[in-house]
């Protein structure tokens, strides 16, 4: 069918016929309205069963506000409240705190401060994420100097033993050297006189 001003269109009566400018006009605007009622059903369903997967949360929330923007161009708005339903049920586990939160606002928060509200959450979340994996480089990197350090036994050293023996050395020399000078003194005699008896 040709779409200059005068072309051929079906008739049920005559095989086909001469069509005048506003015959197809009319059959071109069907099949516009026939495509957008199909673009419409199509992008409705996007908006419905789109989910965040891998994405952040900025690339999440503007790929929903792309499809909106679509519907509007072609004349169908999406309610505020709906933008922000879609954008809860998208998101996975891992935020379901913060959408259980945003559910329970009365009354409930714009697409834009939801867009904020995740985007405190996913900040959060992340930095969390860093702190623990700090920690446990931290713990790991320690094991084995703690594993090392409770191998080896302690040596410790008792000063008290040392004073007791220098004790009993220096002022009795033991049980049976008496004195005072029984200690140092009485060993240098001996020494001297390596024959003498005791």
Known sequence: MKLNGIGLIPSSSHGFMKATAYQVWNTIEKVFRDNKESKIIQLDNDIRHVSIGDSSIVDYCNQIKS?????DNIGVTVPENNL???TLNGL???FQYIKTTIRHKDPLPTFWDTQFMLLLEESTMAQDQNRERNSTHVDHASSPSV?????????VSHPSNRNN???????GGGRHNRGRGGGRFGGRRNQQNPHMRP
């Open 84 to 86: 922000v339903a879609y």
């Open 165 to 171: 023996n220098n004790f009993r050395g220096g002022r």
């Open 147 to 155: 594993l090392a350090t409770e191998d080896v036994a302690p040596t």
């Open 92 to 94: 996975s586990p891992k």
């Open 67 to 71: 499809i909106a923007n679509q519907l």
